[in-house]
C-alpha cells in the first residue's frame, strides 16, 4: 500500500477564487499527488500524496511556475504566514491610500476642468502613477496568467484599465481624429485609476474581514508558549525554543507560566487551568505520575514533568491542525462553485467582446465611446471573488466559532451534514452519565473465609478488562485493601458484549451480565434476584460474579446521570430531533435511566454489533442519525450513522474517530453544534445566492441593458465599486456568525 501523506501548506499570492482553482488544478496534475484541495479564503494548501515520489519543494516550483508560492517549510509555518499576510495587507493598505490621494485630484479635473486644454495631460500625469505604482499587480500577475495560458481577476481589472488609459492616451494624444469627425474627445483617466482604487479598497477591507475570519485558530495557537525551561542533568534550567524540546526531556514550570508540552508530573504538585482545552471551569489538582497538557496555565505550585509529547504531537497542536484542516476542506456545493469559477474570467471576457460588438453593430462609430465603456464596465463588474468567497468565510467562521466553544468538526462534510440530522442516538455510559462508575452495594453469597481469596480472583480479573464498569469494581476492591492479597490467572478470556471469564486455582471464574450468569447457572437464587431488579428499578447496573456453576457475588454499581444530559435532550427534543439511548446494562436500569431523562426511546443489553444495527434500522426508515459515543466500542455505530459525535475530553482516539468531538464532558454542545451548522449552512446559501444574482444583474446592466429604456449607461468606475462591495459584503455577512453572541 502506498504511504501518503497529508499536509495544510500555506499558498501565497492568490489574489481571486481563480487564483484558486489554477493553484489546486497546477498542484492536482504532478504525479504522486492523490488529492488536492485550495482554500482561497483560508489561504491554504491541503494536498495527499506520495513523498516517494513527490515532495513539497517540487510542488512549490510547480506553483511558482503558475505565478504563486507556497510556504514548504516545516517549522514556524503559522509565524511565516501570518507574517506574509501581514506584509500583503500593508502593502495593499500603502498602495490604496496612494491610489485614492491621487484619484481626489483627478476626478476634480475629469468633473471641474474637463474642457480646459491642459485637463487631458494633468489627468494623464496623475493617473500613470495610479497604473504603475498602486496597479503594478494586476499587470504582472495578468500577464504571468497569460503566458500560461491561464487568466483571473487581475487579468479582467488589467484588460480594463488597459483599454480605458490606451483610448484615453490616444485621444489625448490625436485629439483631431475625432474632432475633425464632429465628435469630441473625450478621456476617461479617471475610470482607470478609479477602477484601481475601488479594486484596492475592496481588497484591503476583504484581506482585513478575512484575517477575523481566521482569529480562532490565531487564539488557540496563541496558547502554545514560545519557550520552555529546559531542567538539565545536574538540576540546573535554561530556556530554549519549544522546536528544541524532545520526548524524555525534563521540563521546569513556575506558578502562572503555561504549560509548553504533554507530559507527565515527575516532580511537585500544583493545580491546572484546563479550561481552554476542556472547558472545565475548575483547575484540575495535579501531583506525581498525572498527565499535563501544552497550553494550559499552572496556577499555583511549581513542578517538573517529563515531556511525552512535543511540537505538533501535542494535543494542543492536534486540535489545531484538525481546525486548520476543517477549516480548508471544501463543503459539497463548493463543487459548483468550483465548475463556475473554472470557465468564470474567459466567459466574462466573452461577454466584453459581443457587448462591444452588439453596440458597435447597432450604432456603428457614433456609439464607439458608449460601446467601449460598456465593455470595460463588464469586464470591471464580473466578480469571481464573491463566489469563491462565499462558501469558505463561512466554513470558516462557523468552524472557528465551534472550536472556540471546544467543538472540534472535522471537516465541511460534517458541518454540512450535522444540520439535516432529525436523530440522534445516544450511548448512555459517559455520554449520558458521569462515566464515573461507583460500586454502591454488594450481595456476596459464600462464606466470609471464603470471600478474600473471591476478591482477589476479581480484582485481579477486572485489571485486565477494559470496561468502564470493571474499573469501579477494581477501586472498590482496592478501597477494601484487597490487593494484600494477590491471585495468579492461569487463562483470561473475553466474552464479547457480556463479561469476561479466568481460571485460576483449577477453577473457572466469571463475571458480567445477567445473561452471561443464566448460561453458567442452571438457575438464579431468587433472593439475588430480587435485589438485583430492586437495584436496577433504581437505575443502577448490576453485575454478576461466579466459580464454575455457583454465583459468587452480585453488585450494583451507580454512575449518575449528568445535570447537563437532561438539558441537552429536552432542548434536543424541543429542536424537533428524536432522541435513542443505547446500552448494554438490563432493561430496568435502561428504563429508570430513560424516565430520569426523558428519553422515549432506548435499547437495552446491546453488543458493539447491535449498536450498527440499530442505527442501520433507523436509516432505513428515513431517519438521518448522528450518533454519540466515546470513539472506541461504539465505533462500528459511529462509522455507519451520517454524523458522528465523540465525548472527547481531548483524547486522541475521539478526535482520530469522529466526524465531531465535543472536547468536554457536557452534552450541551451537541444543540450548539447543531444550532451552529444550521446557521453557517444559512450563511453559506445566502452568500452564494447574493454572489450569483449580483453577477446575474450586473453584467447585462454594465452591458447596457437598460440604455434603450432608460438611458442608463453603468460608468466603469461605478462598476469596479460595486465589484468591491460584492466581495465585502460575502465577507461581512459571514462575520455576523463570530460577532452572533448567542
Keep these: 500500500m502506498k504511504n501518503v501523506e497529508k499536509r495544510t501548506i500555506p499558498v501565497l499570492e492568490m489574489s481571486c477564487a481563480v487564483c484558486a482553482a489554477n493553484v489546486e488544478s497546477t498542484v492536482r496534475g504532478l504525479e504522486g499527488v492523490q488529492a488536492a484541495n485550495v482554500n482561497f479564503a483560508a489561504g491554504t494548501l491541503q494536498v495527499e500524496y506520495d513523498p516517494a515520489v513527490i515532495t513539497p519543494a517540487v510542488m512549490q516550483q510547480a506553483v511558482q511556475a503558475a505565478g504563486y508560492d507556497l510556504i514548504v517549510e516545516e517549522e514556524n509555518v503559522a509565524e511565516r504566514q501570518e507574517q506574509e499576510q501581514r506584509k500583503h495587507y500593508r502593502s495593499l493598505l500603502r498602495r490604496t491610500i496612494v491610489a485614492w490621494g491621487l484619484c481626489v485630484p483627478l476626478m476634480l479635473c475629469g468633473m471641474v476642468w474637463m474642457h480646459e486644454a491642459w485637463s487631458p495631460w494633468v489627468q494623464l500625469v496623475l493617473t500613470l502613477p495610479v497604473l504603475l505604482f498602486s496597479g503594478r499587480s494586476f499587470y504582472l500577475t495578468g500577464w504571468r496568467q497569460a503566458r500560461h495560458g491561464k487568466a483571473n481577476m487581475d487579468t479582467l481589472v488589467a484588460l480594463s484599465t488597459s483599454i480605458a488609459f490606451l483610448f ?18 473625450h478621456v476617461y483617466y479617471e475610470a482607470a485609476s478609479m477602477i484601481v482604487a475601488f479594486v484596492l479598497l475592496g481588497k484591503t477591507l476583504e484581506e482585513r474581514a478575512k484575517g477575523s475570519t481566521s482569529s480562532a485558530i490565531r487564539k488557540l495557537m496563541g496558547l502554545q508558549p514560545k519557550t520552555a525551561r529546559l531542567v538539565e542533568a545536574d538540576g540546573t534550567e535554561r530556556e530554549v525554543p519549544i522546536a528544541q524540546l524532545r520526548p524524555g526531556n525534563r521540563v521546569g514550570v513556575r506558578p502562572g507560566e503555561r504549560i509548553p508540552v504533554d ?29 499535563v497538557l501544552a497550553g494550559t496555565i499552572n496556577q499555583k505550585g511549581a513542578f517538573v514533568l517529563e515531556a511525552q509529547a512535543v511540537g505538533m504531537a501535542t494535543v494542543l497542536a492536534r486540535i489545531v491542525e484538525m481546525v486548520q484542516q476543517a477549516q480548508g476542506s471544501k463543503a459539497p456545493v463548493q463543487r459548483i462553485v468550483d465548475r463556475v ?11 466584453s467582446l459581443v457587448t462591444f460588438v452588439v453596440w458597435m453593430a447597432i450604432g456603428g462609430t457614433a456609439v464607439l465611446t458608449s460601446a467601449l465603456l460598456s465593455a470595460v464596465s463588464v469586464l470591471v463588474i464580473a466578480c469571481p471573488c464573491a463566489l469563491g468567497l462565499a462558501t469558505p468565510t463561512a466554513l470558516m467562521v462557523g468552524i472557528g466559532k465551534a472550536a472556540e466553544r471546544h467543538i472540534l468538526i472535522k471537516d465541511a462534510y460534517a458541518l454540512e451534514n450535522l444540520c439535516h440530522v432529525d436523530t440522534v442516538v445516544l450511548d448512555k455510559t459517559g455520554t449520558l452519565t458521569e462515566g464515573r462508575p461507583t460500586v454502591t452495594n454488594w450481595l456476596w453469597l459464600v462464606p466470609d473465609s471464603e470471600r478474600p481469596s473471591a476478591q482477589a480472583v476479581l480484582l485481579a480479573a477486572e485489571h485486565r478488562s477494559e470496561h468502564p ?27 464479547t458484549g457480556r463479561g469476561l471469564e479466568v481460571e485460576s486455582g483449577g477453577a473457572t471464574y466469571w463475571v458480567g451480565s445477567r445473561a452471561l450468569a443464566e448460561e453458567r447457572l442452571s438457575a438464579l437464587p431468587a433472593g439475588a434476584t430480587g435485589q438485583a431488579e430492586r437495584w436496577q428499578e433504581a437505575g443502577m447496573s448490576v453485575i454478576w460474579y461466579g466459580r464454575d456453576g455457583e454465583l459468587v457475588a452480585v453488585a450494583a454499581i451507580s454512575d449518575p446521570v449528568k445535570r447537563t444530559s437532561i438539558e441537552a435532550v429536552r432542548t434536543l427534543k424541543w429542536m424537533g430531533i428524536e432522541v435513542h439511548m443505547l446500552t448494554g446494562d438490563g432493561r430496568k436500569t435502561a428504563a429508570a435511566v430513560a424516565r430520569e431523562l426523558g428519553i422515549d426511546h432506548f435499547e437495552a443489553e446491546v453488543l458493539p454489533g447491535d449498536k450498527e444495527e440499530y442505527v442501520k434500522r433507523l436509516q432505513t426508515a428515513g431517519a438521518r442519525v448522528a450518533m454519540v459515543g466515546d470513539g472506541i466500542n461504539d465505533s462500528q455505530a459511529l462509522a455507519r450513522a451520517e454524523v458522528s459525535v465523540a465525548m472527547g475530553q481531548g483524547t486522541d482516539i475521539a478526535m482520530d474517530v469522529a466526524m465531531v468531538t465535543l472536547m468536554t464532558s457536557d452534552l450541551t454542545l451537541l444543540p450548539t453544534a447543531i444550532t451552529l451548522s444550521h446557521r453557517t449552512v444559512r450563511l453559506i ?8 444574482i449580483y453577477n446575474v444583474i450586473g453584467i447585462p446592466i454594465a452591458a447596457g441593458v437598460l440604455f434603450p429604456a432608460y438611458g442608463v449607461l453603468l460608468d466603469p468606475m461605478w462598476a469596479s465599486a460595486a465589484m468591491a462591495f460584492s466581495s465585502v459584503s460575502v465577507v461581512t455577512n459571514s462575520l455576523r456568525l463570530k460577532w452572533r453572541k448567542s
Design 168 to 185: 484615453s492616451l490616444f485621444n489625448t494624444l490625436f485629439p483631431q481624429v475625432w474632432s475633425e469627425r464632429g465628435l469630441e474627445p
Design 263 to 291: 507530559g507527565v508530573l515527575i516532580e511537585g504538585a500544583s493545580y491546572v487551568d484546563e479550561s481552554m482545552i476542556s472547558g472545565e471551569p475548575l483547575p484540575v489538582g495535579k501531583s506525581s505520575g498525572d498527565r
Design 341 to 351: 469559477s473554472a470557465v468564470f474570467v474567459p466567459t466574462v471576457i466573452g461577454l
Design 469 to 495: 464498569l470493571a474499573t469501579a469494581v477494581v477501586r472498590a476492591l482496592e478501597s477494601e485493601s484487597v490487593q494484600v492479597m494477590t491471585a495468579e490467572l492461569s487463562t483470561f478470556r473475553s466474552v
Design 685 to 692: 446559501r445566502q452568500n452564494l445566492f447574493w454572489a450569483f
